[in-house]
């Protein structure tokens, strides 16, 4: 017995409003901002002097603060594990008051309204901060990729891509709220992400995987989106290095920049009423009696459950599945891929973050103003999404259409970094622009193919806790190279000159360093550990040849094709 869906039109007006709210594109949208927030780590170059002005710091303290930083940032397994067992909801709510917390502890810090913390509690505040773009990142991308199995390599670059922007974003934010305040970017990324994550907290959640007529257009749509508000704020960040902006043109900015933003709100609506106006055309079959062939079965159940079980247990470490099978955690953090996964994004990832954490050191003792210091931070943050879409774009497109692994783009942007650091360990006239943008580049799509090269080699299952696990080497190379390597050989070179002054460290407050030499043997290291990398990268190429020349998503339109109601699923 069939019947048409029918109603007056303020319900009707209702339900589309509700299946807005409710379905997948509004959430991505959701989830677009909430990775716009999400970058705040990524701006540590701009009021990392302000810290260091503030609380007598040298450049290693400022290292060691970087590296905490970094460390928050990058260790998510709390935030892993927590997913598997809490919604998403909650996963975002303790994210927001962490990231508020953090980051509102160094504002009053450097503000001083409380008494001067110690460098241990300063560390700790900076990590509890960074640590929330972790429960950003679970809450909101897993979810998103784990809703979109299929497109999941468009779904991390556009995802991540907005998280490489966060950076400029708040630069042309807080420049039209604060003005050109370095203190007040602190107190902005204290409580703007956090309000973003409170908003649209319920928003976030797994939905049925299904298929839709227009995903790929949708997605190239917001990729293209996402084009014009990177290419709007190099723009403007070029041009406010060249022009003087009143503060009524930075205001103009920042609104054109939120108009962008939201863009992909509309095409929320528009995909939602297509969706609508089909279900609302099509006849509701009552009383149908169930397919033989979708009954269950009791005893294939309780295979499937004692099988799920087991992957948890030691007794299969041993016996790992086939690659893009669901590996259990243990089984992939002990498997040979994930280690050297380890090894190249402790080179890769840990030299990336060096090389941004010290971009304001750099521009100092180079002689750049404070002002030019920030255009190489909006570069590192608008190349770091150009990255981080190549590597969610490009690598998709190349990997169905010539069978090239994942792992090579990794291994050739390992080497595109190691080319940053010569340009500033020798630099030249407009060198520290080029080598901005490469190391953006770089780390973004070193970031984005880590996340889904995981995906991939050991699939969705525990996906949440693996990838925050995967990206555990970027803060200990961080902190090697940071702290150990730059930080130290700076310093040497700075006392080296209050030497040759006849001074000694008690007589300054701020250990300063000026000149080429400053920088130019811990980047040449960090060279070499980049070119290290690549090379191990390119082992796991060799492992993972014969698998991506298969059909690496096979598994997932097999399980689409088999839904009963997969044909008619436009919206949800």
């Known amino acids: 017995m069939a019947t048409n869906i029918g109603g007056s039109g303020g319900g009707s007006c209702c339900g589309y409003l509700f299946q807005v709210i409710s379905g997948r594109w509004f959430m991505m949208f959701a989830s677009f901002l909430i990775m716009v927030g999400a970058g705040a780590t990524y701006l540590f170059g701009v009021y990392s002097k302000e810290i260091k002005a503030t609380l007598g710091y040298d450049q290693s303290t400022l290292n060691l603060l970087g590296t905490c930083k970094d460390l928050g940032a990058n260790v998510g397994i709390l935030s892993g594990l927590l997913a598997e067992v809490a919604p998403p909801w909650f996963v975002l709510l303790v994210g927001s008051a962490m990231n508020f917390a953090g980051y509102f502890m160094i504002w009053l810090a450097v503000m001083k309204k409380i008494t001067k913390p110690k460098v241990w509690q300063m560390c700790l505040y900076i990590c509890i901060g960074a640590n929330s773009q972790n429960f950003a990142n679970t809450g909101s991308l897993v979810t998103c990729v784990k809703n979109f199995p ?10 991540k891509g907005f998280v490489g922007l966060s950076g400029a974003f708040f630069t042309q934010l807080y420049l039209s709220i604060y ?12 409580w703007l992400p956090a309000l973003i994550s409170l908003i649209f907290v319920y928003t976030i959640r797994p939905l049925k995987v299904s298929t839709h007529p227009n995903e790929l257009k949708v997605f190239y749509q917001y990729l293209y989106i996402t084009i014009a508000l990177a290419l709007l704020m190099m723009a403007l960040t ?40 089909h279900k609302r055309q099509l006849p509701v079959v009552l009383d ?11 005893q294939i159940e309780r295979k499937d459950s004692h099988e799920e079980n087991e992957q948890c247990c030691c007794a299969d470490i041993c016996k790992p599945p086939k690659r893009g099978d669901d590996y259990g955690i243990l089984q992939a953090l002990l498997s040979v891929d994930m280690l050297i996964l380890f090894v190249a994004t402790f080179c890769g990832l840990g030299c990336s973050l060096t090389s941004m954490d010290n971009l304001g050191q750099i521009g100092e003792s180079l002689g750049y103003k404070q002002h030019t210091i920030n ?24 990997l169905k259409k010539y069978k090239i692994p994942r792992p090579t783009i990794m291994a050739l942007s390992l080497l595109l ?9 020798y630099p030249f006239l407009g060198s520290i622009y080029i080598a901005s943008v490469l190391v953006g580049f770089s780390y973004g799509a070193q970031l984005t193919l880590l996340f889904i090269i995981i995906s991939e080699l050991f699939g969705l299952k525990y996906y949440s806790t693996l990838f925050n696990c995967g990206q555990l080497a970027s803060p200990l190379g961080s902190y090697v190279l940071s702290v150990v390597v730059v930080g130290k050989l700076y310093d040497r070179e700075a006392l080296k000159q209050l030497a040759e002054k006849g001074m000694t460290r008690e007589m300054v407050t701020e250990l300063t360093c000026i000149g080429k030499q400053c920088y130019r043997l811990s980047f040449l290291v960090l060279a070499g550990v980049n070119i290290f990398g690549a090379l191990v990268t390119f082992i796991l190429v060799m492992r993972t040849r014969k698998y991506y020349n298969g059909d690496i998503y096979r598994r997932f339109k097999d399980e689409m094709a088999a839904a009963p109601d997969s044909k008619h699923v436009a919206g949800k």
């Open 179 to 190: 003005g050109n305040d370095a203190k007040s970017m602190i107190l902005l990324i204290g």
């Open 417 to 425: 970094s190691a080319l940053s650091n010569i340009f500033v360990a």
């Open 150 to 159: 299929e497109s999941r390599g468009m779904m991390l670059g556009i995802m």
């Open 238 to 277: 070029i041009a406010q290095k060249e022009v003087h902006f009143s503060h009524y043109a930075y205001v103009g900015s920042a609104i054109a920049v939120c108009v962008l933003i939201f863009l992909p709100l509309v095409i929320a609506f528009r995909e939602e009423y297509t969706s609508w106006k």
């Open 288 to 298: 149908q009696p169930p397919s033989p062939k979708s009954e269950s079965n009791p």
């Open 375 to 398: 255009t190489f931070v909006s570069l590192v943050s608008i190349w770091n999404y150009f990255g981080r879409v190549f590597a969610g774009f490009v690598s998709e497109i190349i």
